[in-house]
């Protein structure tokens, strides 16, 4: 059975700094495709950094220069280091996984992210 586990979620200021991981268990072949998506209340769940197992990475325009993803392929652990938060970056974080960028099989159970203003 896959599972997906989070961590590194909690409450900072505006300009503060978090840094998400999420550990990838159940696989025999392990993801291809490892990354983030944020949901907002009220909102839909959008994608935020995804990494191939190449190294690939594709990261929403907004989170472009403060956040930064990476992978250790050996652990089939993904990471979100998340520099000069803002609030409207407050959500609930989601780690992803699945054979493709846009082919996501799999979901944790989300981790929340608050920043205060």
């Known amino acids: 059975q896959v599972q997906l586990v989070e961590s590194g979620g909690g409450l900072v200021q505006t300009g503060g700094s978090l840094r998400l991981s999420c550990g990838a268990s159940?696989?025999?072949?392990?993801?291809?495709?490892m990354g983030w998506y944020r949901q907002a209340p009220g909102k839909q769940r959008d994608m935020v950094a995804i990494i191939t197992r190449a190294g690939t990475i594709n990261y929403a325009d907004s989170v472009k220069g403060r956040f930064t993803i990476s992978r250790d392929n050996a652990k089939n652990t993904v990471y979100l280091q998340m520099n000069s938060l803002k609030p409207e970056d407050t959500a609930v974080y989601y780690c992803?996984?699945?054979?493709?960028?846009?082919?996501?099989?799999?979901w944790g159970q989300g981790t929340q992210v608050t920043v205060s203003s």
């Open positions: 992803a996984a699945g054979i493709a960028i846009t082919s996501i099989n799999y």
């Open positions: 159940g696989s025999r072949i392990g993801f291809n495709a």
